[in-house]
């Protein structure tokens, strides 16, 4: 974290290769080394293996490696940080995108059991992991929101009920769709074409898209300012979790439409339920004392859709094109 | 005047006139204008009915649900009605929610939890040509839910779930 690149340094690299020893690095941290980890070197990991997806039982044996105690992280720095040295913009701006993640965390966190039933065997030691991941994820944020920002409450939803209030009213969107279609698998946990659906919002777009974008924006802030240690070396962690969870998800979508190409159309017609969602916003999040615009994250929700729909080998249909095109900004001086 | 009973025959005439007003000004003030417009797109083109389930009403305890019927037509609503549990029922998208939960939402819960936690469950309709108006329907669920009506004590022990 000693280097201070730019924020938004990201949209302007384009897909490059890491080194041995950046994957190394990023593979076999521990977790006082996930400090040292670049957040950006994270982000393209996660694009490194979708050509040629790790097996379900591979992903499981890295999961063993990579998992890390959250109780080890110590917030102390983070709160002087946060009391002392961040401005009350920056802690506005912070929070307002940090409350999607305390939710989403646990939003994934629970709608991903029901999916384990109609996974092959390799696959439910996968998700068995991702399950324990998010649970992880969301005690690292009902921390962070207790230790650092010093919101208080008896257990976890009182936490959560105390930071809803900075969740935008559209976090119903995906959120609400995936509450919905974990109902839809729970009463037909087979349903080859259901699964399908599910996996597309909650692998693809919640995770794939959403979750690894707005994480790069906290995560480069905090690089970018040296502030929040604990925060960046858990969030950074989290984030290699996840690039298991995208990899996986892949896979199955990559399986799914191998063994069944009709499958696509579920992908299509689920992508254009969130796409035509995604445009809009029910208030304004100034990501700008973080060091981005809107735009730019917008744009980088983009640029890291068409990235994965390309790794994976999914084309869109026309009409999908558009509406994408609809949505997505121009970066001016890009 | 006296309040209506939630889920009476009255209390649907007054949901019609507060979904056609739309949301309050206070709500509006409160969301960007990009939302609304949204909102407003939605409303003017919406071809749907929902069929919105009461479950456990005190008033009728031991009985299957019943459903307040909205239609909606160029931007209006074409039919309001309460629907009870042995008439037939044919709407777009049946959804269902306890009594405590409507009741919490008349208390102020928010309309968003009330669907990402699944107090109101879609239990027929197509899910993805649902969500396209989500935004739409958790504001029109927020207004209905704010209508003022008489909300009976809850039975003990008849809660669904
Ligand atoms: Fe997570
Ligand atoms: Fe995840």
Same mark, same amino acid.
């Given at each position: 974290m000693t280097q201070r690149k730019s924020p938004t340094a990201i949209l302007h690299e384009g897909p490059r290769a890491l080194s041995s020893d950046q994957v190394r690095e990023i593979e076999e941290s521990d977790l006082a080394g996930v400090l040292h980890v670049d957040i950006d070197d994270v982000i393209e990991y996660v694009h490194k293996d979708l050509k040629s997806l790790p097996g379900f039982t591979t992903l499981y044996r890295r999961y063993l490696k990579q998992r890390w105690d959250v109780y080890d992280l110590d917030f102390t720095q983070d709160k002087a940080d946060w009391d002392e040295k961040m401005t009350e913009d920056e802690r506005q701006s912070f929070i307002a995108v940090a409350s999607g993640f305390h939710h989403g965390e646990r939003q994934v966190e629970i709608e991903l059991p029901v999916f384990m039933i109609g996974a092959s065997e390799e696959e439910k030691l996968h998700i068995a992991a991702q399950i324990e991941d998010e649970a992880r994820h969301t005690v690292f944020f009902d921390r962070f929101y207790r230790e650092v920002v010093g919101l208080q409450g008896d257990d976890i939803m009182d936490i959560l009920d105390a930071s809803f209030p900075w969740v935008s009213e559209t976090f119903v969107g995906p959120f609400g769709l995936l509450a919905y279609q974990a109902d839809e698998v729970r009463r037909n946990p087979y349903d080859e074409r259901a699964r399908v659906r599910y996996g597309t919002n909650y692998f693809l777009w919640i995770e794939g898209v959403l979750a690894l974008s707005v994480m790069k924006v906290t995560l480069s802030y905090a690089r970018w300012r040296g502030f929040l240690p604990a925060y960046y070396t858990g969030f950074t962690a989290t984030c290699r979790d996840e690039s298991r969870h995208v990899q996986g998800g892949m896979r199955y979508l990559q399986q799914a439409v191998r063994k069944d190409p009709s499958m696509i159309g579920e992908i299509h017609n689920t992508l254009r339920t969130i796409l035509s969602l995604s445009g809009v916003n029910s208030r304004q999040i100034y990501y700008e004392p973080l060091g981005w615009t809107e735009d730019e994250v917008r744009m980088l929700f983009?640029?890291?859709?068409?990235?994965?729909?390309?790794?994976?080998?999914?084309?869109?249909?026309p009409d999908l094109e558009e509406l994408l095109r609809r949505v997505q900004p121009v970066l001016a001086g890009g | 005047m006296a309040e209506p009973t939630f889920f009476g025959?009255?209390? +649907?005439?007054?949901?019609?006139?507060?979904?056609? +007003?739309g949301p309050s000004e206070q709500a509006r003030r409160d969301k960007l204008p990009m939302y609304w417009d949204f909102f407003d797109r939605i409303r003017s083109a919406y071809p749907a009915s929902w069929a919105l389930g009461c479950r456990n009403l005190p008033a009728a305890?031991?009985?299957?649900?019943?459903?307040?019927? @909205?239609?909606?037509?160029?931007?209006? @609503?074409?039919s309001c009605q309460v629907v009870g549990p042995d008439e037939p029922l044919d709407a777009t998208y049946v959804l269902g929610m306890d009594y405590p939960d409507w009741k919490a939402l008349h208390d102020g819960y928010d309309a968003q939890r009330t669907v990402m936690y699944r107090k109101i469950m879609l239990e027929d309709g197509d899910l993805l040509e649902f969500f396209k108006g989500i935004y739409f329907f958790v504001e029109c669920l927020a207004v209905i839910a704010a209508v003022p009506a008489r909300y009976p004590a809850p039975v003990q022990g008849l809660r669904a779930r």
């Open positions: 983009f640029q890291q859709l068409r990235r994965k729909l390309n790794d994976v080998g999914i084309d869109l249909t | 025959k009255e209390w +649907a005439g007054v949901v019609r006139d507060a979904l056609t +007003a305890p031991g009985e299957g649900p019943a459903y307040l019927f @909205v239609q909606w037509a160029g931007g209006v @609503v074409t």
